[in-house]
C-alpha cells in the first residue's frame, strides 16, 4: 500500500514538473483533507488558522515541489512541512499568548467522560466521532499528533522524524494518547 | 508470558491482533481489558475525521504567484541597493584617489611648462642672437 501510494505520488510529481497542472490538482485532492483535518484538530476547529495554515503549506509545496528529492514518501515530506508549519504558529501564539493570559489559564486539564453521556459502543459512527474529536482536543499538542498521523498511516519512524524525536517518545506519546482518550471516551469495553 | 502493561504498549501502536505475535494474542484472548483497549485503539483510529470544507487550489495558486512577485521585487530591490552600494563606493575610492592622481597630473604639467619655456627662452635666445648679428651686418 504504502509502495503503491509512494510510486503513485512520484508519477504524479514528474507529470507537475514537466508542466502537467492537472497532476498537482490530483495530488491536491488526494492530501487535502488529511492535511486540512490535521490543522482542524491541531487549532482545536479554529477555521481560520487552520485555512491560513493550510494555504501556506500549499504554497511552500508549490514552491519546493520542483526540487524536492524522493528521498521517502512524499505524504511524510508533506505532513513534514505541515508539522513545522503548525509549530512556528503555535510558538508565535503562545508567546502572544503568554502576555495577555494570566499564569496557570493558559493548559487546560483533560475532562474525564461525563457519567451521564452514553458509552462509547453504545454510539453510532458519527456520535463516536464527535466524541473522539472532543477527547482529541483534550491531549498535548504532540500527542494529538501522533494520533493523526498514525491514522494517515504514517510509520512511527517517519512520526519520530516530523516530530524531531526519538523513536520511543513517539510510541510513548501514542500509548498515553490512547489510554486518555479511551477514558475521555468513556469507554467501559 | 506477557504482562496487560506489555500487551498495552504493543496494542495502542498495533491495535490489529491478527498483526501481533502469537505471545501478544494469547494475552488478549485471555484479557478483556486489554482486548478493550486493542479495540478501542483500531475503532478510533479507523475513523476518518470530519472535513467540512477546505480552501481550493484557485487562491493558493493566487498566494503562491503573488509570494513568487514579491520574492522577486526584493530580489530586484536587493540586487538595485548592492548596485547603488557599489557605486558608492567606487565613488568614494575614486575620490579619494583623486588628489593624489590631480597632484600627479600637476607635476607632470609643471614639468611640461617649465621644459616648454626652456624651449622658448632658448627661442627667444637664438631669435635675439639672430637680430643682433644681422643688426651687426646692416
Known amino acids: 500500500m504504502a509502495e503503491e501510494e509512494k510510486n503513485s505520488d512520484a508519477v504524479l510529481i514528474a507529470a507537475y514538473r514537466s508542466g502537467n497542472q492537472r497532476a498537482l490538482e490530483e495530488l491536491f485532492e488526494r492530501y487535502r483533507r488529511p492535511l486540512y483535518a490535521y490543522f482542524n484538530r491541531m487549532t482545536g476547529g479554529d477555521t481560520m488558522a487552520a485555512d491560513d495554515m493550510f494555504q501556506e503549506v500549499w504554497v511552500k509545496v508549490l514552491r519546493y515541489l520542483p526540487n524536492y528529492r524522493e528521498s521517502g514518501r512524499f505524504s511524510a515530506w508533506l505532513f513534514q512541512i505541515a508539522a513545522n508549519q503548525f509549530r512556528t504558529a503555535y510558538r508565535r501564539r503562545r508567546n502572544w499568548l503568554k502576555f495577555f493570559t494570566p499564569a496557570g489559564d493558559e493548559e487546560a486539564t483533560p475532562e474525564t467522560a461525563d457519567d451521564a453521556a452514553p458509552v462509547w459502543h453504545e454510539m453510532d459512527e458519527n456520535g463516536r466521532r464527535r466524541k473522539l474529536e472532543q477527547a482529541l482536543e483534550q491531549l498535548p499538542p504532540e500527542q494529538r499528533e501522533v494520533f493523526h498521523w498514525r491514522q494517515n498511516d504514517l510509520s512511527f519512524k517517519e512520526i519520530a522524524e516530523i516530530q524531531k524525536c526519538p523513536l520511543n517518545t513517539a510510541l510513548g506519546r501514542m500509548n498515553l494518547a490512547m489510554k486518555s482518550l479511551r477514558r475521555c471516551c468513556h469507554d467501559d469495553m | 508470558m506477557m504482562t496487560c502493561e506489555q500487551t498495552r504498549e504493543i496494542v495502542t501502536r498495533l491495535p490489529d491482533t491478527e498483526a501481533n505475535t502469537a505471545a501478544v494474542r494469547e494475552h488478549l484472548q485471555r484479557c478483556p481489558a486489554c482486548r478493550a483497549l486493542a479495540d478501542f485503539t483500531r475503532q478510533a483510529l479507523e475513523l476518518p475525521p470530519v472535513v467540512t470544507g477546505t480552501p481550493g487550489l484557485g487562491p493558493i495558486l493566487l498566494r503562491a504567484a503573488a509570494r513568487r512577485k514579491r ?8 540586487l538595485a541597493l548592492v548596485g547603488v552600494v557599489a557605486a558608492s563606493a567606487w565613488g568614494i575610492g575614486m575620490r579619494q584617489q583623486r588628489p593624489a592622481e590631480s597632484s600627479a597630473e600637476l607635476v607632470l604639467a609643471w614639468d611640461g611648462i617649465e ?14 642672437t639672430a637680430w643682433k648679428q644681422q643688426m651687426a651686418i646692416n
Open chain 2, 71 to 78: 520574492r522577486l521585487v526584493w530580489r530586484v530591490a536587493a
Open chain 2, 115 to 128: 621644459s616648454k619655456l626652456v624651449e622658448l627662452e632658448a627661442a627667444i635666445d637664438a631669435d635675439m
